[in-house]
T-cell receptor
Framework: LAKTTQPISMDSYEGQEVNITCSHN???????ITWYQQFPSQGPRFIIQ???TKVTNEVASLFIPADRKSSTLSLPRVSLSDTAVYYC??????????FGKGTRLSVIA | EAGVTQFPSHSVIEKGQTVTLRCDPI?????LYWYRRVMGKEIKFLLH????????ESGMPNNRFLAERTGGTYSTLKVQPAELEDSGVYFC?????????????FGPGTRLTVL
């Protein structure tokens, strides 16, 4: 499973767009890039997953360049409730997830 | 659909005692995983069940930990005897079987404190 690198923390004001970039230089060919969100005292929650190019759902967008060595999670117009830790992982099929330290996003009013 | 549930939410025990954690996955999910986060560390994988079979238990720290999933439904994780370093949050997750898509649904976790 790919080792991922992402910023330890980020701050943002409410209403701004937040982009969190993750590096995964050695991602396996069959791995998808997956992002999870975790609030305090809760388990991680799946946000979005993609293989290449762009994926968008009701929560976020995920941009993956052709070389797949990095990816960017984009959260549009964040609110205070988006304050959480965001994890980038490489995963495939029904394999165990490998969590790094994640990015702690703090949204400020 | 109901989410993954875990019981208890908190457990405080003394070193040397036994504790059993329970996880009820989402109905119909064949895959069940146990993870844990010890203080200040990342979330680490413990083991993976497919139905009632242990698919991967490479993350189990030692033989004081025993996981079961009889009948392929709920799972238990027993720690016997508990040590101080076992303190942490134990998460359970479940998922459907898929070749590529890997969305795991996590429970709220059980916070274990060993004194």
């Amino acid at each position: 499973l790919a080792k991922t690198t992402q910023p330890i923390s980020m701050d943002s004001y409410e209403g701004q767009e937040v982009n969190i970039t993750c590096s995964h230089n050695n991602i396996a060919t069959n791995d998808y890039i997956t992002w999870y969100q975790q609030f305090p005292s809760q388990g991680p929650r799946f946000i979005i997953q993609g293989y290449k190019t762009k994926v968008t759902n009701e929560v976020a967008s995920l941009f993956i360049p052709a070389d797949r060595k990095s990816s960017t999670l984009s959260l549009p117009r964040v609110s205070l409730s988006d304050t959480a830790v965001y994890y980038c992982l490489g995963s495939s099929g029904n394999t165990p997830l490998v969590f790094g330290k994640g990015t702690r996003l703090s949204v400020i009013a | 659909e109901a989410g993954v549930t875990q019981f208890p939410s908190h457990s405080v025990i003394e070193k040397g005692q036994t504790v059993t954690l329970r996880c009820d996955p989402i109905s119909g999910h064949d895959n069940l995983y146990w993870y844990r986060r010890v203080m200040g560390k990342e979330i680490k994988f413990l083991l993976h069940f497919v139905k009632e079979s242990k698919q991967d238990e490479s993350g189990m720290p030692n033989n004081r930990f025993l996981a079961e999933r009889t009948g392929g439904t709920y799972s238990t994780l027993k720690v016997q005897p508990a040590e101080l370093e076992d303190s942490g949050v134990y998460f359970c997750a479940s998922s459907r079987t898929s070749v590529s898509y890997n969305e795991q649904f996590f429970g709220p976790g059980t916070r274990l404190t060993v004194l």
